[in-house]
């Protein structure tokens, strides 16, 4: 998805590509994007996304997208669906190359079978405690299962009987015979199948009591899919001794190559998938779509779009180290994007009633669409004698350098003419309901003779604004690394995160505005119509303010 024009940006991963393909190791490559059906996506794997998506695009070569459903008591099928519509939406088609570890069931203890045929896997009746006290330490070796060295024969009937579902869970698992004293734990005899009755998995159904372990089934599904760089993070790297070993053992096609990058770790949010099913399921936010959290559903609902995202995947580069990336990152590729594509429109978050006494006819105002873009046109906006303005527009004894409307003050209305205020009305309580101005008519599209006039505010037409209601949402949490030095990350949630504002006010073009369109609120921020609007109710996100507020409160 890079634009043709630039050069793609270089990276140690790329480089091994460009070496293996010079080298004639491979004459194509093969990359997967293989996700557990077990969360939502979120932005750390919009990264992969784009990284062997973008690989296998830049050379030519294929990308799969593979579910690896090891686990069945954590997978649905609606994981299932809101994967592959956020791959889809971010861009990338993985054409007939859809794919589950699950289709690889039989295959998979066919292998398992083979091992333990070598002597390199044997069933072992050690229950989770006592394996972990077999295990040993990082500074000290394990010990051997009393049940290691059963032979070929016990093995292979044992095996088959764990299938038939003789055994019930916990009671005995299928270990690889590797090396207990090995200073990688990962290889201390892993296990590599465990049994689950009564569980009902999305595609193979009650078929199976038998599970393969992750760390098995990922090696061996590459290798089946002859995949030649198989890219993860770097929690991964004392996984890839075990990674070889299993493809090295059983009779596989192929031989991938694992290359380990650093996951992304993002300022003001948490990308553990433990912690944000909790957010879900504790009801801190409400979804896993919530345009608070940093699924690649929230940022979508919340008017992020698949170019920013790629983009800021593609700014913040593929390393071997691990590093926290600035939030800012992430909302100024969203602002760059929308700054070119959205339109302009003009709403009043918190109105406030002016009335032009000089002003008696409805009048029609000609406006940009975009001021940058002669290509979008323009559009008429309806102009009368009540009009709404932003509370915060006014200011009855305004602070040092304020240019907005005072008593006895001028500004001009965007699009139309220069006013100024007159009177204040106010209710019973001294609160300002109203207030009474009168409009320049001189001053249309033009400067008013012998007075300057520096502020400039927005507006819409009391007659015929749409009302509706605005949610202004922020960063999830009020700090950078929630969760950091042992605190409780949830501690940390942001309470204005989100601020609904209802009775907002909006220029009558908006009226109909359809699901996912994307619209600059002038002076305000970028806005995307959500899911939950309707024609009588219109609900806008906030997207992205104009500026980056958090980085001048910190500054």
């Not at 030519?60 to 649905?76: A, I, Q, S, V």
């Not at 409400?286 to 593609?314: H, K, N, V």
């Not at 580069?317 to 594509?341: F, H, P, Q, W, Y």
């Amino acid at each position: 998805m890079t634009d043709a024009a630039e050069p793609p940006r270089t990276n140690f991963i790329r480089q091994i590509i460009e070496a293996d393909l010079a080298s004639g190791k491979h004459d194509r490559i093969a990359t997967r994007f293989p996700p557990e059906p077990n969360g939502y996506l979120h932005i750390g794997h919009a990264k992969s996304i784009v990284l062997n998506f973008g690989l296998a695009q830049s050379f030519g070569g294929t990308c799969n997208l593979r579910f690896d459903d090891t686990n069945p008591l954590k997978e649905n099928m609606e994981f299932v669906e809101s994967i592959k519509e956020d791959v889809r939406w971010l861009g990338f088609d993985w054409e007939d190359r859809l794919y589950f570890a699950s289709d690889y069931f039989e295959r998979l203890y066919g292998f398992a079978v083979e091992l333990i045929e070598k002597g390199l896997a044997y069933v072992c009746e050690l229950n989770a405690e006592e394996m972990r006290a077999y295990r040993g330490t990082l500074t000290e070796p394990g010990k051997d299962s009393p049940y290691r060295d059963r032979s070929v024969e016990e093995n292979l009937d044992l095996f088959k009987r764990m299938r038939a579902g003789e055994f019930p869970d916990g009671s005995r698992t299928l270990r690889a015979r590797i090396d207990m004293a090995s200073p990688n734990i990962n290889l201390r005899d892993p296990v590599l199948y465990r049994i689950k009755h009564g569980v009902v998995h999305h595609q193979t159904g009650s078929a199976w009591c038998l599970y393969p372990t992750y760390d098995y089934t990922h090696p061996i599904s590459d290798a089946l899919e002859g995949i030649t760089h198989s890219l993860c993070t770097l929690e991964f790297e004392d996984h890839r001794p075990l990674y070889d070993w299993c493809v090295a053992n059983v009779s596989v096609p192929s031989k991938p190559r694992q290359i380990e990058f650093s996951r992304l770790n993002l300022e003001y949010t948490v990308m553990s998938k433990r912690r944000l099913t909790d957010l879900v399921g504790e009801g801190h936010v409400q979804g896993w779509d919530d345009p608070r959290m940093p699924t690649i559903a929230g940022l979508r609902r919340r008017g992020y779009t698949p170019a920013s995202i790629r983009e800021f995947c593609e700014r913040i580069g593929v390393t071997k180290s691990d590093n926290l990336v600035e939030m800012a990152l992430l909302e100024s590729a969203i602002r760059e994007d929308l700054d070119a594509k959205a339109p302009r429109r003009m709403a009043v978050l918190r109105p406030l009633k002016v009335v032009l006494t000089n002003v008696s006819e409805n009048q029609q105002m000609e406006a940009s669409n975009h001021p940058k873009d002669a290509a979008m046109g323009t559009r008429s906006i309806p102009f009368g004698r009540e009009i709404y303005i932003d509370r915060t527009d006014f200011e009855e004894q305004p602070p040092k350098g304020f240019k907005r409307l005072i008593p006895g003050g001028e500004v001009r209305l965007r699009n139309a003419y220069v006013i100024r205020c007159d009177e204040v009305v106010k209710d019973d309580t001294g609160e300002i309901v109203e207030l009474r101005a009168s409009a320049d008519l001189d001053t249309l599209g033009k400067n008013p003779e012998g007075r300057k006039v520096k502020g400039v505010i927005h507006w819409v037409s009391a007659e015929h604004a749409v009302s509706a209601e605005i949610r202004l949402y922020d960063r999830l949490f009020g700090v950078a690394t929630p969760g950091a030095g042992g605190a409780d990350y949830r501690e940390a949630i942001n309470p204005d995160a989100l601020r609904v504002l209802t009775g907002c006010m909006l220029e009558p073009a908006l009226r109909g505005a359809e699901t996912g369109e994307r619209f600059q609120f002038e002076r305000e921020g970028y806005f995307v119509v959500d899911p939950d609007s309707t024609p009588e109710h219109p609900v806008f996100n906030l997207t992205v303010g104009l500026r980056d507020t958090w980085g001048k409160s910190r500054s």
